[in-house]
T-cell receptor, first 113, second 114 residues
């Protein structure tokens, strides 16, 4: 079991550029969560899929952020027109059903210059 | 939504002693309370959790207590070792059918010194 896989591990973008982050959940897990971690804000929930359907995106900034789960083996988080305040570690987690134990991937460290 | 308060933010204990971290939550519908350990540069790792049908759970030197009435839960690390030094996060989640996302506390930096 490879655990949750996230790519890339590090990404540097210029202000205004687009960033796409990838997550591969643990095989057989039906729920995928995206979180963001910064020193100031801590760990914040962004969005959540169950069986590929979006369940709750209440943590997503309304503009520029979008997430998809086109199939059961991967999810993407896209940030358009990145801003310096988007700099953070973006963590993906998966769980068997949602409401169960969540296992985190290694994260993608996004730096917006 | 849910709010989770975690204290203390920094905890220094001597090797071999116990360490306790406390969290409170607001949403009475919260029913799942995991604890994560995060070492520098690493992802958060689940170390123990408790559900609302339990008041106490223990595993490998870790004890979690849950007081639903007070909306309070705590982590107790017995016989601390240098390897226990890390950030610890508590979290709360409400429900398994509708809402599953975790609301995290702000974290506790545990430092175990010799």
């Amino acid at each position: 079991n490879a655990g949750v896989i996230q790519t890339p591990r590090h990404k540097v973008t210029g202000k205004g550029q687009e960033a796409t982050l990838w997550c591969e959940p643990i095989s057989g897990h039906s729920a995928v969560f995206w979180y963001r971690q910064t020193i100031v804000q801590g760990l914040e929930f962004l969005t959540y899929f169950r069986n590929q359907a979006p369940i709750d995106d209440s943590g997503m900034p309304k503009e520029r952020f979008s997430a998809q789960m086109p199939n059961q083996s991967h999810s993407t988080l896209k940030i358009q027109s990145t801003q310096p305040q988007d700099s953070a570690v973006y963590l993906c987690a998966s769980s068997l059903r949602g409401g169960d134990e969540q296992y985190f991937g290694p994260g993608t460290r996004l730096t917006v210059l | 939504g849910e709010q989770v308060e975690q204290l203390p933010s920094i905890l220094r204990v001597q090797e071999g002693s116990s360490a306790s971290i406390n969290c409170t939550y607001e949403n009475s519908a919260s029913n799942y309370f995991p604890w994560y350990k995060q070492e520098p540069g690493e992802n958060p790792k689940l170390i123990i959790d408790i559900r609302s049908n339990m008041e106490r759970k223990q595993t490998q030197g870790l004890i979690v207590l849950l007081d639903k009435k007070a909306k309070r839960f705590s982590l107790h690390i017995t016989d601390t070792q240098p390897g226990d030094s890390a950030m610890y996060f508590c979290a709360a989640s409400a429900g398994t059918q509708v809402v599953g996302q975790l609301t995290f506390g702000s974290g506790t930096r545990l430092q175990v010194y010799a």
